[in-house]
């Protein structure tokens, strides 16, 4: 079983900058791809980015492109969500997860993942 602890929410201006780190425990860490998502009351949840395992490949929400960089370092067992050029709207709680090995096609459904963090508040406000 995996478990995921994360860090690194708070409160940012607009357009400023915050990096937030999702540090796993567990079997075979290097074999999971890793995904952000993120959640606001009343609606759905929402994938931002994920990276595979192996490649490395990041994949992003039309939203997160151009502003959000998910990054891992395997031998921290750490994945990270750095988000840059913050908008009010960035505004929600943030979640990662896990599913094995690549992003898939449709990484950006909660369904596809099988463990969660506990998730962390990030407001962007003036």
């Known amino acids: 079983q995996v478990q995921l602890v994360e860090s690194g929410g708070g409160l940012v201006q607009p357009g400023g900058s915050l990096r937030r780190s999702c540090t796993a425990s567990g079997p075979s860490l290097d074999k999971y791809a890793f995904g952000w998502f993120r959640q606001v009351p009343g609606k759905e949840r929402e994938g931002v980015a994920c990276?595979?395992?192996?490649?490395?490949?990041?994949y992003y929400s039309d939203s997160a492109q151009g502003r959000f960089t998910v990054s891992r370092d395997n031998t921290k067992n750490t994945v990270y969500l750095e988000m840059n050029n913050r908008k009010p709207e960035d505004t929600a709680v943030y979640l990662c997860?896990?599913?094995?090995?690549?992003?898939?096609?449709?990484?950006?459904?909660?369904?596809?993942?099988?463990?969660w963090g506990q998730g962390t508040q990030v407001a962007v406000s003036s």
């Open positions: 997860a896990t599913e094995w090995l690549s992003c898939t096609m449709a990484w950006m459904g909660p369904s596809e993942y099988e463990y």
């Open positions: 990276i595979s395992s192996g490649d490395e490949q990041p």
